[in-house]
Nanobody
């Protein structure tokens, strides 16, 4: 199982930016699709963004498209989520997850990180 560690969360004002990182332990990291999900209090976990193994394909939640950018550096076993123009409704715990093949369904992901809190104040 792949071990994942998220970092980069914090408190930011609306309109600000954060960059989240997801570092993986596996030397086979470059074989995996990596996705970001988020979960706000009292809500279900929702898909935010994904990037395929080569970086050639990305997908985004409609409400973050144009504000968030997912990228990966396979040499560093790391995926990034650059979040710009943050809104209070982006407040949640953000998790990264990996699997072989692409899907936005969280139940189909095999390994998860512990999450990082993002709080956007109005």
């Amino acid at each position: 199982q792949v071990q994942l560690v998220e970092s980069g969360g914090g408190l930011v004002q609306a309109g600000g930016s954060l960059r989240l990182s997801c570092a993986a332990s596996a030397h086979t990291f470059s074989s995996y699709t990596v996705a970001w999900f988020r979960q706000a209090p009292g809500k279900e976990r929702e898909f935010v963004a994904l990037i395929n193994w080569s970086g050639s394909h990305t997908d985004y939640l409609h409400s973050v498209n144009g504000r968030f950018t997912i990228s990966r550096d396979n040499a560093k076993n790391t995926v990034y989520l650059q979040m710009n123009s943050l809104k209070p409704e982006d407040t949640a715990i953000y998790y990264c997850a990996v699997r072989v093949g692409t899907t936005i369904r969280p139940q189909e992901y095999d390994s998860w990180g512990q999450g990082t809190q993002v709080t956007v104040s109005s």
